[in-house]
């Protein structure tokens, strides 16, 4: 996980190693300001910013506690913004998601994913995919945006070839959409736009139409790329969106509206957004 600071002068990055390490970088030198060290398992290596501070959170049995600290800072200690309850079954703070603008919970137990409200401590959502054993389910942390950020949708695989979105209800999550092809499929922050990518191929789709019960047929005609999973970025209003292959310095820019796309082809096939 990464953020910046909201002037854009900084730059914080959690590293999982021996132990978890938020490292603090001023930007664009990239000079390192402070490394912040904590056990495994105790820090969640998911960071975010809230105004001048870097928040991350702290986690034991039954208990949550967001944590922040000024980006600027060489030597004050963290400080306790809240604590908020999590369910005690929780076997592992790792490979929980937090959505922090609406203190929500995507975590996975016993093969089933929960969605845990910590305001309300209730349940939103509990279903139980159709993979052979619980391995996948242990990369929901993986997802790029599972949750959009004002918690209305939520995305999660349902088996090795399908995946759900879920959008937000009276009392939980429903069931809203179903993509019956297999690949990485990225929810736009905004929660308007889903991005399925297969080899060779980018599938645009929008929230705003319910897909169920029929399923989406997987895209045609491959282009035989690999993408840079972890590596894109959106514009500022979220109507584009920039994707780096690992093939030939290619980024490909896409329209989240009208689905149009450019590519741009750079010098070096070492491309980060």
């Given amino acids: 996980s990464n953020t910046y600071s909201m002037d854009g002068r900084m730059f914080a990055i ?21 490394i912040l060290s904590f056990e495994q398992g105790v820090v969640m290596g ?132 179903r993509f019956d092809f297999g690949g990485m499929h990225i929810l736009s922050p905004n929660g308007e736009s889903i991005i399925s990518l297969t080899p060779g191929t980018i599938h645009l789709s929008h929230t705003k139409d319910r897909i169920l019960p029929d399923t989406v047929p997987p895209p045609a005609n491959p282009t035989g790329y690999t993408l840079v999973w972890h590596s894109l970025a959106f514009s500022s209003d979220e109507a584009l969106v920039a994707l780096p292959l690992d093939e030939e310095g290619e980024v490909v820019v896409l329209d989240l509206q009208s689905g149009d796309r450019k590519s741009t082809r750079l010098n070096s096939s070492h491309i980060t957004i």
């Avoid at 349940?123 to 159709?130: D, G, K």
């Fill in 14 to 34: 959690a590293l999982r190693k021996a132990s978890v390490e938020i490292v603090i970088y001023n930007f664009p030198s990239m000079a390192p300001v402070r």
């Fill in 46 to 177: 998911q960071i975010w910013t809230e105004v001048e501070y870097l928040r991350f959170c702290k986690a034991k049995p039954g208990l949550m506690t967001v944590w922040q600290v000024a980006f600027n800072s060489t030597d004050a200690a963290p400080a306790t913004v809240e604590s908020l309850p999590i369910p005690d079954e929780i076997p592992d703070v790792e490979e929980m998601v937090f959505l922090p603008s609406r203190s929500r919970l995507a975590f996975s137990l016993q093969s089933t994913v929960f969605i845990w409200d910590a305001k309300t401590c209730k349940f939103l959502l509990n279903f139980r995919p159709t993979f052979p054993d619980d391995s996948f389910l242990r990369t929901i942390d993986s997802f790029i945006n599972p949750f959009s950020s004002d918690g209305r949708f939520f995305v999660c695989p349902h088996s090795t070839r399908e995946v759900l979105v879920w959008k937000e209800s009276p009392d939980g999550y429903i069931l809203h959409q």
